[in-house]
């Protein structure tokens, strides 16, 4: 009973959707309403902006984060990042915005800094730094997550492998348009970083 719970509490802080919320409270835009029409950070980034996109990014990292340490909180002996998926499942398919969610980069790297404080923290440097090179958030995401999936196994905690490898494959699958686009050329890129390797602008 206790476990499940838990699963809820987790899942029901997941589908707080922090791009649709701030959008609609600060900017008097739904952002599913443009862009990729995802509610998620990539698409706040685009369509409000860096400041916005770095608010949505910290409040869905946190609200994993949250979930994760729910086990913590009430004394229990369930592993963080079983209840933390919840949270993760929560933020792709929100209760409180019709099941149409984020991409879970954000909310993921939340739930493993509760198991792997270290590990993400690393992680997150490596996000920002393809972030910065490439101005495209779906970039520094996919990458971070195939990179952190890998580096996992260093751990030789087959539990946390397993979860990490599970959420690099739900991130590559949401993030299948925006990989077409990428290989294209034509992904959106942010107001933020050197934007390497973008078409330069016919005059």
């Not at 963080?80 to 993921?108: E, N, R, W, Y």
């Not at 971070?144 to 030789?156: G, V």
């Not at 990428?182 to 390497?196: A, D, Q, T, V």
Request: net charge positive; glycine share 10%; proline share 3%.
């Amino acid at each position: 009973m206790e476990t499940v719970i838990l699963v809820i509490i987790a899942y029901l802080l997941g589908s707080i959707p922090s791009g649709v919320w701030i959008g609609k409270a600060f900017y008097k835009k739904d952002i599913r309403k443009f862009g990729s029409g995802n509610s998620g950070t990539t698409n706040t980034f685009r369509v409000l902006g860096k400041k916005a996109g770095f608010i949505v990014f910290f409040a869905d990292f946190l609200k994993g984060t949250l979930a994760a340490l729910l086990p913590l909180m009430v004394g229990s002996s369930i592993n963080p990042m079983l209840i933390g998926l919840a949270a993760i499942i929560g933020h792709v398919f929100p209760l409180f915005a019709g099941f149409k969610g984020g991409k879970a980069v954000a909310t993921s790297a939340g739930v493993a800094i509760a198991y792997q404080p270290s590990f993400v923290l690393i992680m997150l440097v490596v996000f920002f730094i393809i972030l910065y090179l490439s101005s495209m958030v779906s970039l520094a995401s996919v990458l971070s997550l195939i990179l952190a999936a890998f580096a996992s196994l260093l751990y030789q905690d087959w539990l946390f492998s397993f979860v990490v490898f599970l959420l690099m494959f739900i991130v590559l699958i949401r993030h299948t348009e925006n990989i077409k686009r990428i290989f294209n050329g034509e992904e959106s890129r942010i107001s933020f970083g050197l934007g390497l390797g973008a078409p330069k602008k016919k005059e």
